[in-house]
C-alpha cells in the first residue's frame, strides 16, 4: 500500500464527493486542491466557479487566492463578484452548486466561525472574515467543509456564525429565511462528519485507515454519533501520482 | 471632469483627491491588483483618520492600517491566503489591540453596497447571512455611528419581501450603499481622458470606481485615444468619472496584475516576517515606503532581478512555475 498524509486524504475523500456536472463554488487554499483533484478523477465535467468572477477556470497551476491570477486563464467567462455572486444566488442555478470551503471553528450543525476567537469586539484571536463563504452556503445546493480535527475547533457553540449551516437543527435554514441546501459533509485530517437527515446534528460517518472512531471523538469538544463509521478508502498510486505530480508539485497547499 | 487630460503624477493625484478624514474604497482582491504605489504614496503624504472600504482585500489596506492612516474598516475578508496565515498581520493587530472601528460584511454584500452607489440608490437587497452574527452583531457603536454623518445608522436591515401574494413571509437583507469620497484602482491599461480598461477579473472594481466621488486610476501603460476605442468592448470605465490617471509601471507590486506580472511570494514573504512585530514593520515601512521618494524607488529598492522573475507570459497571463514557496 502506498504512503500517503492525512492531507492528501483530506483532499482526495472531497474530490470523490463532487459530482460530474456539479458546479463548484471554491473558497481559498485546500478546496482548489480538491476541485483540482476531482476535475482529474471523478467529475471531468465539473465546473469551477470562482467568487471572484472566474467561471469555469481551466487551472494548470494550483490558485493560492480565489484572486489568483491563474484562475483567469481559459475561463468562459472573467467576470467580477456582482456577477459570480448573482448566479449563485439565482434559483435555477443554486440548486447545481457545490460550495466547499475551510473554517477555525464549527458547531454540530455545521455553523462555521471564520471572524474571530473570543469576543467579537475586542477578540483574542481576529481572523480573516466571512469573505464570501457566508454567501454561498447560504445559496448553494450543498456544502462540504475543511476542518482540523482539533477539540477547540469542534464547540458547542461558536464565537461567531460567520456561515450559516443548519442554524439550530431541522427547520432552521427556513425560518431565517434561507434558501434550501446547507451542510453536507465535514473532512478532517482524521475522518468525515455527516449530517443526520432528521436532527441535523453531526454524525461520523468515516474514518481514515488506522484511525479509530473513539480517536475522533476525543479530538472534539462535543459529543457525536460514532455508531455509523465506517473505514474510507485508502488513496491508489494513481490519485497519490496526480496531487504529487500534477496538482500541488510545489507543496503550496496539500 | 469630461475629455481633458487627467494624466497626473502620483504625489499630485493624492495630493488633490484625498483628504484626512476621508472615506476611501480601495479595488483589487487579496494577492491580486491592489493600488500599492497610490497607498504607498498616502502613506508618504502621512494621511489620517481615514474610514476604508474593501470587500476581500490583502495588501494595500494593511499597510494603511499599520501606518496609521486608517481609522475605521468596513470589509468582508482581509489577508493575503498562505502569505498571512489567519488573516492580514497588521488588520488582525489593530482589531485585537482595539485600535480601530471595524464593521463586518460578506463579499456578495459590499459588491452591492458599491454597486448601489454606484446606481445612486440608499440600500440593495440581498438573500445571503439570515441567521448568521453578520446580521446580529454590529462592529461601529451607536456612538460611532451617530458622530459620522457619511455612515448610516444602522449596519443592515431585514424586511418582508412586500411582493409575495397571499402575505406571506419571506424574509431580505438590506444593505445600506456606499459612496465613498474616493476610490483607487490599478488597471492594466488607460488612455489620457480616462477610459480604463481592466484585464482579467474585473472583481469589484468597476461598481466601486463609479460609486466615489473622485476616482483615481493607476494604470501599467497609457494608450493612445484611438488605440483603446479599437476595441470598445473590452473597457469598463467611462472617461468621465475619472479624476486622475497616473501612469505606474509595477504599480500593484508585490500583487499581481494580470497580463503584466504575477504576486511577487519572496516580498509578501519578507512583508510577513517583518510586519509581525511593531520594530521590523517600522523598518519595513521606512525603507520601502517612508525612506523613498517615488514608486521608481521602491521598484529599485525590490531590484530589477525580482521583477523580471514575475514577468508574466502574455498566453497564461501569469508567470508559470514561478517558485511560491
Given at each position: 500500500m502506498p504512503q500517503y498524509s492525512f492531507r492528501e486524504m483530506m483532499v482526495l475523500v472531497a474530490a470523490r464527493e463532487i459530482r460530474d456536472g456539479d458546479i463548484v463554488f471554491c473558497g481559498t487554499g485546500i478546496s482548489m486542491a480538491a476541485a483540482m483533484a476531482a476535475k482529474h478523477i471523478s467529475a471531468p465535467h465539473s465546473i469551477i466557479f470562482f467568487e471572484t468572477g472566474g467561471i469555469d477556470s481551466q487551472l494548470l497551476e494550483l490558485p493560492l487566492s480565489v484572486g489568483d491570477p491563474r484562475v483567469m486563464f481559459g475561463t468562459s467567462i472573467n467576470a467580477g463578484l456582482a456577477e459570480a455572486f448573482g448566479?449563485?444566488?439565482?434559483?435555477?442555478?443554486?440548486?447545481?452548486?457545490?460550495?466547499?470551503?475551510?473554517?477555525?471553528?464549527?458547531?454540530?450543525?455545521?455553523?462555521?466561525?471564520?471572524?474571530?476567537?473570543?469576543?467579537?469586539?475586542?477578540?483574542?484571536?481576529?481572523?480573516?472574515?466571512?469573505?464570501?463563504?457566508?454567501?454561498?452556503?447560504?445559496?448553494?445546493?450543498?456544502?462540504?467543509?475543511?476542518?482540523?480535527?482539533?477539540?477547540?475547533?469542534?464547540?458547542?457553540?461558536?464565537?461567531?456564525?460567520?456561515?450559516?449551516?443548519?442554524?439550530?437543527?431541522?427547520?432552521?435554514?427556513?425560518?431565517?429565511?434561507?434558501?434550501?441546501?446547507?451542510?453536507?459533509?465535514?473532512?478532517?485530517?482524521?475522518?468525515?462528519?455527516?449530517?443526520?437527515?432528521?436532527?441535523?446534528q453531526m454524525y461520523l460517518s468515516h474514518t481514515y485507515p488506522g484511525i479509530r472512531p473513539q480517536q475522533v471523538q476525543e479530538e472534539m469538544d462535543i459529543e457525536i454519533d460514532l455508531s455509523r463509521a465506517v473505514e474510507e478508502k485508502p488513496p491508489t498510486v494513481e490519485e497519490l501520482f496526480l496531487l504529487r505530480e500534477r496538482i500541488d508539485p510545489q507543496g503550496l497547499i496539500i | 471632469m469630461n475629455a481633458e487630460n487627467k494624466v497626473m503624477d502620483l504625489s499630485e493625484a493624492i495630493r488633490r483627491f484625498v483628504h484626512d478624514g476621508d472615506h476611501i474604497s480601495i479595488g483589487g482582491f487579496t494577492i491580486t491588483r491592489n493600488p500599492m504605489a497610490l497607498t504607498y504614496e498616502i502613506i508618504r503624504q502621512g494621511k489620517k483618520h481615514l474610514h476604508i472600504y474593501v470587500h476581500s482585500h490583502g495588501q494595500a489596506f494593511d499597510l494603511l492600517i499599520g501606518a496609521g492612516c486608517a481609522d475605521a474598516i468596513e470589509l468582508s475578508y482581509g489577508g493575503t491566503a498562505r502569505f498571512s496565515p489567519g488573516g492580514g498581520i497588521r488588520f488582525k493587530k489593530a482589531i485585537e489591540g482595539g485600535k480601530i472601528h471595524f464593521e463586518d460584511y460578506t463579499n456578495f454584500q459590499m459588491t452591492l453596497r458599491f454597486l448601489g452607489g454606484a446606481m445612486g440608490l440608499p440600500f440593495m437587497p440581498i438573500r445571503s447571512l439570515l441567521g448568521t452574527d453578520v446580521v446580529k452583531k454590529w462592529g461601529f457603536d451607536a456612538e460611532f455611528r451617530e458622530s459620522n454623518p457619511k455612515i448610516p445608522e444602522k449596519k443592515m436591515f431585514a424586511v418582508n419581501n412586500p411582493f409575495t401574494r397571499d402575505g406571506r413571509d419571506e424574509k431580505i437583507v438590506l444593505v445600506p450603499a456606499i459612496n465613498p469620497d474616493v476610490t483607487l484602482i490599478h488597471a492594466q491599461q488607460a488612455d489620457s481622458q480616462g477610459t480604463v480598461r481592466i484585464k482579467g477579473l474585473t472583481y469589484t472594481d468597476v461598481e466601486q470606481a463609479k460609486a466615489a466621488k473622485y476616482l483615481i486610476v493607476s494604470c501599467e501603460e497609457l494608450l493612445e485615444t484611438g488605440a483603446i476605442r479599437e476595441n470598445p468592448d473590452q473597457n469598463q470605465i467611462p472617461f468621465f468619472m475619472v479624476d486622475a490617471i497616473v501612469i505606474v509601471p509595477y504599480g500593484a507590486h508585490p500583487t499581481a496584475c494580470y497580463g503584466y506580472y504575477d504576486y511577487d511570494p519572496f516580498h509578501l514573504n519578507l512583508y510577513r516576517e517583518m510586519a509581525f512585530d511593531d520594530g521590523t514593520f517600522r523598518r519595513y515601512l521606512d525603507e520601502y515606503v517612508l525612506g523613498v521618494k517615488s514608486h521608481d524607488g521602491y521598484l529599485e529598492k525590490v531590484g530589477k532581478d525580482r521583477l523580471s522573475q514575475i514577468k508574466a507570459d502574455p498566453k497564461v497571463g501569469y508567470r508559470p512555475r514561478l517558485d511560491r514557496r
Open positions: 448566479i449563485l444566488q439565482n434559483p435555477f442555478t443554486a440548486p447545481r452548486v457545490v460550495g466547499i470551503f475551510g473554517a477555525a471553528q464549527i458547531d454540530r450543525y455545521g455553523n462555521l466561525n471564520t471572524t474571530c476567537i473570543g469576543n467579537y469586539w475586542r477578540p483574542k484571536v481576529r481572523f480573516p472574515g466571512c469573505g464570501g463563504a457566508c454567501d454561498a452556503a447560504s445559496y448553494a445546493g450543498r456544502t462540504i467543509i475543511f476542518m482540523k480535527q482539533e477539540k477547540r475547533k469542534f464547540v458547542e457553540g461558536v464565537d461567531y456564525v460567520s456561515t450559516p449551516g443548519w442554524i439550530p437543527g431541522p427547520g432552521g435554514r427556513e425560518e431565517a429565511g434561507l434558501p434550501e441546501g446547507g451542510p453536507t459533509m465535514v473532512i478532517t485530517d482524521m475522518g468525515v462528519m455527516r449530517f443526520d437527515d432528521e436532527s441535523k | -
